[in-house]
C-alpha cells in the first residue's frame, strides 16, 4: 500500500511542476530551481558599476524566452550571475539603465516534457524601460510564429530581489 502513496504522490508532484511551468505571466511562474532541475540567471546589460535597483529597470523572463543581445551587444559581454541547472528553462532577469532599448530575444523550449522547441529566427523587441520598473516577458506562438509578450513583473519584486541577493552574495 505504501508505494503506491508514494507513486501517486511523485505523480502529483510532477504534475504540479508541469502544470507551474506552462503559465508565465510573472517571473514567480517560471518554475523554482528545484535543487538541480532548473537555472536561475541575472544578466547586468550595462557597463560599469553595479547599479542599486531603484536606479535600474529589470526586465524578466522564464528562462524559455532568451535575450541573445541588448542594442546590439551580445550578452557574452555583459556580466552574469547564475546557477546551472538540468534544463534551461526557469528564472531570468536583465538589469538594464532607463531608456529604450532593443532586445534581441529567441526561445528555447525545454522543461523536461520530453517537447523541445527552439526559434529558427531571432526577433526584435524595443522596450522603454524606467528606473524601478519590472518587465516580464513571456512567450507565445500559434503554431507557425512566436512572438514576446510583455507585461508588468512588479508583483514579483520581492523574488527578484531575493534571487538577485542568491546569485550575487559574495560576487560583487
Known sequence: MRPIIRSKSIFLIFTLIFLNGCATNSYTDAPPTLGVL?????DIGYDGDIKPFEEVGVVTTDGIVKVQSVDGKSMDQYREYKTSGFYSGGR????LLPGLHT???SF???KGTGTIAWS???IPKVISISAGQ?????WSDNGSTWKALESDGSKALTTIKSDYAELTKGKL
Do not use: E, F, P
Not at 532548473?38 to 541575472?42: G, I, P, T
Open 38 to 42: 532548473y537555472s536561475k540567471y541575472v
Open 92 to 95: 531570468y532577469q536583465l538589469h
Open 103 to 105: 532586445l534581441t530575444l
Open 108 to 110: 528555447h523550449y525545454d
Open 120 to 122: 529558427k529566427a531571432d
Open 134 to 138: 519590472v518587465i516580464h516577458i513571456s
